[in-house]
Every structure is written in C-alpha cells, then in structure tokens.
C-alpha cells in the first residue's frame, strides 16, 4: 500500500507540472481559437532567460543572495516575456484579426521558430542550471502509519505546490474577473466581441503575456530539475496529450487532463511495465489522448468544435 501511494503521489505532482504547460495552450486557445505551437518555445525562452539572468545579476550587482537574485532575475524575465508578448501582438496578431484558424496556426509555427533562435543568439545554445533553491533530499511521510513511511522527493513536492498555486490564480482570473469574461467572449467570437466594445488586441496582448508568465514558471520548475537545454522545448510535447484529454477551451480540464496522466503514467509504467518491457511512461499519454480524439475528441470538458462553428 505504502508503494502505491509513493507512485500515485509522484504520479500526482508530475500531472501538476504537465497541467501547468498545457495551460499556456488553453489559454492562447481560449483568446484567439487557434492552437499555439509555439508554446514550447516560450517555455524554453523564457527558462534561457531566468537562467542567464540568474546567473548575469550576482557578477553585475555583486549579490550573493541566492533568492534576492532568483527574484530579480524572475522579474527581469517576466518583462522581458511581456515585451515578447507586446511584440507578438504588434507586429503579428495585429495583422491577422479576423483571420481563419489555419492561418494563425502557421503565425505560431512562425513565432516558435523566431523565438528559439532569438533565444539561443541573446543567451546562448548550452545548457544552464536554474537554482532556486528547491532540496533536493527526499523525506518520509506517514512513517507512523505505514511502516517505513511513504518515500517523497522534496523538490517535486514544492514544485507541485508551486504549479498548483499557479493553476488555482488562473481559475480564479477567468471565472471571476471582467478580463477573464472578455477573453472567453473573444474566444467564442471574434466579430461579436468586437461589436460590443471588447478591445481584440488588448486582449490578445494581456493573454499572451499570462500564457508567457505561466511559460516562464513552467520553464523554471523544468529547468530546476533538469537544467535549461533546447530539449525543454519538447516538454510542450508532453503537454498535448493533456489538452486533448481535458478540452482545448478549459483550465480545469487542463488541470484534471494533467492528473490523469501523471497518475495514469506513473502507475502503468510500475504495474504493467514488468509484464511488456517497459518504457510505458514514454507512449502512455498519447494512446490515451488517441483514445479521447477516436470518441471524444472535444475532451472531458472542451467544446464541440460544430458548437463554435
């Protein structure tokens, strides 16, 4: 029972990382009804980025404060991505109000590429250590119910926490706020939104800049655990399969989507890894996204693409 729990609670931390990325995609979906490929290369952007400045403060400043640093570096880089996100609108989506969904697909294939060479020319193309501080030692839990107690790893502790404080401000941003009903009317309809006085591309500019501060968590935690290399930019691949389980158009199925396949992960790679040779965890969550587009492709909690049609 103990193991169990060890592999269901590594399984649980490991979906609140993969929700925080897939909520990048919802959240440019939700704004502009197009899927952003280029979210992989935002993550690994902005990870180049707290990583170089993380690095560059203590030699320019002189501090030697691990957190002050952190923090600065975190700040220098969340404006650095708002002018990404500013930019992006200016000169990209600006132009392409309006336009069909296949044309702002290939605008974010466009951005993808640009960034990941912007990013290895600005900070270069080895690979860096965040370090913000997070133990790395692993700690007993329940010791005093299960024998031996229940092994966890600290570092996925708080970074789950970390994500999950994240998701729970998102919620809160879309359901509760003006800007939150603005960017779901934007989404069901670009014209209608329009008409009724909802400024378009001040929209896409405040959800671009979101989806770039959750890129910029997402690339911190990853990149925490294990180092900043263009191989972050594939972490979004893992994020797919979250969206498509969980719906394009929702962030509490990007979180429940996210669950699921840590967990779902996790324990098939244990229990049924032993009996076809391992190497589930590798091919799991996309055989089950496969499963969900054959008989729900809108996901647990998506829309039906012929409702927003």
């Known amino acids: 029972m103990a193991f169990f729990l060890e592999t269901l609670i590594g399984g649980l931390m490991a979906g609140m990382l993969y929700s ?9 979906y939700k704004a502009s009804g197009v899927f952003n490929f280029a979210q992989g ?23 030697d404060n691990l957190f002050v640093a952190n923090l600065i570096a975190f700040a220098i880089a969340a404006v ?14 600006r132009h392409l109000v309006n336009q069909e969904g296949a044309t702002l697909l290939m605008a974010t294939l466009g951005i993808a590429y640009f960034l990941e060479g912007l990013g290895q020319t600005l900070f270069g193309s080895d690979i860096y250590k965040i370090d913000i501080g997070m133990p790395k030692d692993p700690i007993f839990m329940l010791d005093t119910v299960f024998p031996g107690g229940i092994l966890v790893n600290k570092e996925d502790v ?5 994500a999950a404080s994240l998701v729970i401000l998102l919620s809160i941003f879309f359901q509760k706020t003006t800007t939150g009903r603005a960017l779901r009317a934007v989404a069901d309809d670009h014209q209608a ?12 500019v405040i959800v671009w800049c979101v989806a770039g501060v959750v890129a910029l968590v997402s690339g911190m935690i990853w990149g925490s655990k294990l180092g900043v290399q263009f191989s972050l930019t594939t972490i979004a691949l893992r994020a797919l399969p979250v969206v498509i389980l969980g719906g394009l158009t929702s962030v509490p199925g990007a979180i429940l989507g996210g669950l699921i396949i840590g ?3 996790k324990l098939s790679e244990v229990y049924l890894g032993p009996y076809v040779g391992g190497g589930i965890e590798i091919w799991f969550a996309y055989v089950l996204a496969l499963v969900f587009l054959l008989f729900r492709p809108q996901g647990l909690f998506g829309e039906k693409i012929i409702d927003r049609v």
């Open 263 to 265: 967990v779902g992960e």
């Open 20 to 28: 925080l990325v897939a909520l990048g995609f919802v959240l440019i």
């Open 80 to 93: 650095l991505m708002f002018v990404v996100a500013w930019l992006i609108e200016r000169l990209v989506l």
């Open 158 to 162: 708080i970074a789950a926490a970390i």
């Open 193 to 204: 939104a329009q008409s009724i006085g909802i400024p378009l591309n001040r929209i896409w």
């Open 41 to 63: 290369a935002m993550v690994l952007f902005a990870a180049l980025a707290m990583a170089r400045f993380s690095e560059w403060i203590p030699k320019w400043t002189g501090i």
